[in-house]
T-cell receptor, first 116, second 109 residues
């Protein structure tokens, strides 16, 4: 079974520029998560989707971050405009469980963002 | 607030020695999960504990959930170089899912 796919793997931008990340979850997984992992820290949940609906986005800095999962399959996370403190690895994860936190989360390889 | 603490932050062991990491939550959890992240890699699910006092084993790894469901531990017997990585505990807090800061394990051959 194919895993969670993410692209690009690396991105370098200057502050105030925009950037977008793409995620394709494991086929059939209804739940999709975006995490931000700053170097040396644990992943921090940004947003959770159930099919194409947002379950929780309370940790998402909505003044600059946005995410969508229009057809309930793949998802994009956008940052506009980027700040230096956004430098991190952005991880996408998916789960087959419809209920929050009841099942294994499978993580993609992540996108490493560097903001100069 | 939602807090998950882990100790130690770092652990260096000689190959063959045992290793234990501890996870403490500020509030009672419905379940707790453990993940392993190799250097340069992504988190990989290890196990989920649900019941108070639950103990689960995976080969050389033993996981325990505290009676009060506020703490957990991961014990590795006779570490190997393949055990190198950061071990995270994580749990649900309402709609949020919070990872601890992790314990970074290095194993000297």
């Amino acid at each position: 079974e194919a895993g969670v796919a993410q692209s690009p793997r690396y991105k370098i931008i200057e502050k105030r520029q925009s950037v977008a990340f793409w995620c394709n979850p494991i086929s059939g997984h209804a739940t999709l998560y975006w995490y931000q992992q700053i170097l040396g820290q644990g992943p921090k949940l940004l947003i959770q989707f159930q099919n194409n609906g947002v379950v929780d986005d309370s940790q998402l800095p909505k003044d600059r971050f946005s995410a969508e999962r229009l057809k309930g399959v793949d998802s994009t996370l956008k940052i506009q405009p980027a700040k230096l403190e956004d430098s991190a690895v952005y991880l996408c994860a998916s789960s087959s469980s419809p209920a929050p936190w009841g099942d294994t989360q499978y993580f993609g390889p992540g996108t490493r963002l560097t903001v100069l | 607030g939602q807090q998950v603490m882990q100790i130690p932050q770092y652990q260096h062991v000689q190959e063959g020695e045992d290793f234990t990491t501890y996870c403490n939550s500020s509030t009672t959890l419905s379940n707790i999960q453990w993940y392993k992240q190799r250097p340069g890699g992504h988190p990989v699910f290890l196990i989920q504990l649900v019941k108070s006092g639950e103990v689960k084993k995976q080969k050389r790894l033993t996981f325990q959930f505290g009676e009060a469901k506020k703490n957990s531990s991961l014990h590795i017997t006779a570490t190997q170089t393949t055990d190198v990585g950061t071990y995270f505990c994580a749990g649900p807090y309402g709609q949020n899912f919070v990872f601890g800061p992790g314990t970074r394990l290095s194993v000297l051959p």
